[in-house]
């Protein structure tokens, strides 16, 4: 727009921002981009370490090769995608101090690619004690998302996991610690609250992992996934920050068609 004074055009010196919204702009605890190759230190064409960008230095790693998973930098809209085996590989940080994190939220972009026995996808705490762990969880057979809150779950609900299918925009968080209406499933721009019965989900032990869940049980979960990118709380988020997110994450990665009518990020990716 310009503006006339004095008989001399100028430019209009204060003009709305059209810089694109990204995590940057919110305070996270934990936030893994396979899209940023700086992040991402390889063992050939394994990944040893995918470096957490929220400036917590929660990174995961693995240092066994055998059971790295696999990077492909052009592998989701031409941008870059980590692949867990469903066999033994797992990324994992014993010690980002979840214990005792009462709220959380994560929300992903990731596809599950084929079933296992009984798959953990992500999580945060470990396996082993009574409300030890929050998890993307699939019970076998299962072709829904579930909450593991290890014994207090949500076996299954209204969203399709799509195995074998497209990646989507995943999320979970317990905004309650007991009681009804504590668990929160959501997908592609929809939420729906369940509730996971009576039981503390406050986490009982550190950690975070993606491919299967850090414990004594870890290997009964592997989880054959493919992951670009992963954001999460230690609390839990508004609306507003979770549709801003939800809107970056199905541009950045070509899933805005997936996005329901009426979202505010539908139609353009949200701006600062």
């Not at 919204?21 to 305070?27: E, G």
């Not at 317990?174 to 039981?199: E, F, H, Q």
Request: hydrophobic share 35%; net charge neutral.
């Amino acid at each position: 727009m310009i503006i006339g004074i004095g008989g001399v055009s100028i430019p209009k010196l204060c003009q709305a921002s059209n810089k694109l919204w990204t995590p940057q702009a919110v305070s996270t605890s934990i936030w893994l981009d396979a899209n940023d190759s700086t992040t991402i230190t390889l063992n050939g064409s394994n990944v040893s370490q995918w470096s957490d960008k929220s400036g917590n230095s929660r990174h995961i790693s693995q240092g066994t090769a055998a059971s790295q998973p696999t990077y492909a930098a052009t592998g989701l809209n031409s941008k870059g995608l980590i692949t867990f085996d469903g066999s033994n590989d797992i990324l994992l940080n014993a010690s980002v101090g979840a214990n005792g994190v009462s709220n959380f939220t994560i929300i992903s972009v990731f596809r599950v690619i084929t079933e296992t026995a009984d798959d953990i996808l992500m999580g945060i705490g470990e396996t082993g004690a009574v409300g030890a762990c929050r998890t993307f969880y699939r019970n076998p057979g299962g072709t829904t998302m579930s909450f593991g809150g290890w014994q207090w779950d949500v076996i299954g609900s209204v969203y399709s996991y799509d195995i074998g299918g497209d990646h989507h925009i995943f999320g979970l968080s317990n905004p309650k610690l007991a009681g009804p209406d504590n668990a929160i499933l959501m997908r592609d721009g929809l939420t729906t609250t369940y509730s996971v019965g009576g039981g503390n989900l406050v986490a009982a032990a550190n950690g975070f992992s993606v491919g299967s869940l850090r414990g004594t049980l870890v290997g009964s979960f592997y989880s054959n996934i493919s992951v670009a990118e992963i954001v999460v709380f230690y609390s839990t988020i508004t609306t507003d920050v979770r549709q801003k997110l939800e809107g970056y994450l199905a541009w950045k990665w070509g899933l805005q068609s997936k996005l329901p009518a009426g979202h505010p990020y539908k139609d353009s990716p949200p701006i600062l």
